[in-house]
């Protein structure tokens, strides 16, 4: 079964610095797709970017962008500039062929003013 | 853009009591999900399903119960509420397909369900 595993519950970060999220998975698939998520509070959650594995380029999204390692399993999530409006829950997830998607348990960012 | 959307925002319930949690999304996906959000838990998958009345258990089906009985809207049921079932509830929806494998998953605002 495939697992996304963020280790980090929390994290702070100042105002206009820069903060870096960090997400492992499992699975033996080679074509899968991977999504970092932002849940603000009591709002709804919505994509702040995706990758495909095939694809070798690291995803950016203006101030988001991503480290995709395949060979180490890891993806991890760089916000530069960070923004008060940044403060929120942000969730890791893995998808392959399947309709499934797999979640981590959630990365708590603070953004300190 | 596409719209999902939840019957309720906040819910409160008494103990042994049915409830239902509507979902409807307007972007014709086949695909329509219900999980369940704790802290420290992440988001745990109830049930999806494919198709209208098709339905796959995810990883915490106990206890709960789906109908799809049109494309655009998917029930979640609780036949007897418990109060290990206050949680946060979330429904989302995916295309299908070659383009629904890259497409993310688009998510409704969510009910807060409190079981007494």
């Known amino acids: 079964a495939q697992t996304v595993t963020q280790s980090q519950p929390e994290m702070s970060v100042q105002e206009a610095e820069t903060v870096t999220l960090s997400c492992t998975y499992d699975t033996s698939e080679s074509d899968y797709y991977l999504f970092w998520y932002k849940q603000p509070p009591s709002r709804q959650m919505i994509l702040v970017i995706r990758?495909?594995?095939?694809?070798?380029q690291n995803a950016t999204e203006n101030r988001f962008s991503v480290n995709f390692q395949k060979a180490a399993k890891s993806f991890s999530l760089k916000i530069s500039d960070s923004q008060l409006g940044d403060a929120a829950m942000y969730f890791c997830a893995y998808s392959s062929t399947g309709n499934q998607f797999y979640f981590g348990t959630g990365t708590s960012l603070t953004v300190i003013p | 853009d596409v719209k999902v959307t939840q019957s309720s925002r906040y819910l409160v319930k008494r103990t042994g009591e049915k409830v239902f949690l509507e979902c409807v999304q307007d972007m014709d996906h086949e695909n329509m999900f219900w999980y369940r959000q704790d802290p420290g838990l992440g988001l745990r998958l109830i049930y999806f399903?494919?198709?209208?009345?098709?339905?796959e258990k995810g990883d915490i089906p106990e206890g709960y119960s789906v109908s799809r009985e049109k494309k655009e809207r998917f029930s979640l049921i609780l036949e007897s509420a418990s109060t290990n079932q206050t949680s946060m509830y979330l429904c989302?929806?995916?295309?299908?397909?070659?383009?629904?494998?890259?497409?993310?998953?688009?998510f409704g605002p969510g009910t807060r369900l409190t079981v007494l």
């Open positions: 990758q495909e594995a095939y694809k070798q």
């Open positions: 399903s494919y198709d209208v009345k098709m339905k």
């Open positions: 989302a929806s995916r295309a299908s397909g070659l383009a629904g494998r890259t497409d993310t998953q688009y």
